[in-house]
């Protein structure tokens, strides 16, 4: 698998995440929920972000190397 194979698959999995999070909320509404959420869902999903720009940024380098060995 490629790069941006691997971050088109974050970012599917990021997207899933916060859309099963939003629909477990609508039952799911309380103190504990919210402790979750702030502790453990945003720092994942800040981290999974800044993975996917990692990815990005991997992905051009490793593009610009293969256009400088032609």
Known sequence: MGVHEGRG??????????????????SWDDVV?????????????????????AMDHAGQILHQVRRDCE
């Open 9 to 26: 698959q974050l970012s599917r999995a990021i997207k899933d995440l916060l859309l099963r999070w939003n629909e477990a909320k609508g």
């Open 33 to 53: 929920s919210k402790n979750f959420e702030d502790n453990f869902l945003v720092p994942l999903e800040m981290e999974l972000r800044n993975a996917a720009a």
